[in-house]
């Protein structure tokens, strides 16, 4: 009884916590809030809930449950930065520009795939404007080094330990990192001195009204 007792108040609480927030909670809130005593013994019950068809789960997602008969609307991103729009920026290393947390954002759930790692990153400067990306808007990125010819990277320069927003082209012994606005010069690159970061797939901006 104390078993179905304590997964009742574990389903209760991912109720309420995605009522009232719009995002599912973390292993370790649940744990907290309700006094679980480790971190295994919440697994166990969310394993037993899925098992139920009572939740889903994406063990690999940050924040990724959802309960059955109510709409996850968000799922918290890591933003770990800021990327240049223009020309490419320093970044503190090739190891750790893209794996250190800052802070996280809130996406709305129906702008990510299903199943994909995702990350953020704070645009600096203008040279992607005409494909709607400005300065101070937050990119949403899958984490992978996959890219198809015309979609918008965050591209890893390794001679300069820099990195840069830009779309992607192959061309013959060369790579072309294209800007999106007329009044800039696409950077050329060597193949093998470029790595794919991750590739855009949302664009988040906080509207703000002139006074």
Do not use: C
């Not at 009742?8 to 719009?22: C, M």
């Amino acid at each position: 009884m104390k078993v179905y007792t304590t997964r009742w108040r574990v389903l209760e609480f991912i109720r309420n916590f995605v009522e009232e927030k719009g995002y599912a909670p973390t292993r370790t809130e649940i744990q907290k809030a309700l006094g679980i005593s480790s971190g295994s013994v919440v697994a166990y019950h969310l394993e037993a809930l899925a098992e139920e068809g009572l939740i889903t789960r994406e063990p690999e997602v940050a924040r990724g449950i959802e309960v059955s008969g109510i709409g996850k609307r968000a799922r918290a991103v890591p933003l770990l930065g800021t990327i240049a729009a223009g020309e490419p920026i320093p970044v503190p290393t090739e190891e750790t520009w893209h794996t250190v947390v800052q802070e996280t954002v809130e996406v709305p759930a129906k702008m990510l795939p299903r199943g994909i790692q995702a990350y953020a990153l704070r645009v600096k400067g203008t040279s992607m404007i005409d494909a709607f990306v400005d300065d101070g808007d937050i990119v949403v990125l899958e984490a992978t080094s996959a890219a198809d010819n015309g979609e918008m990277v965050a591209a890893w320069l390794m001679d300069r330990k820099e990195a840069t927003l830009k779309k992607l082209y192959r061309e013959p012994k060369r790579i072309r990192l294209q800007p999106a606005n007329p009044s800039m010069n696409p950077i050329y690159v060597d193949p093998n001195n470029v790595q794919v970061q991750g590739r855009v797939i949302a664009v988040l901006r906080k509207y703000e009204l002139e006074k």
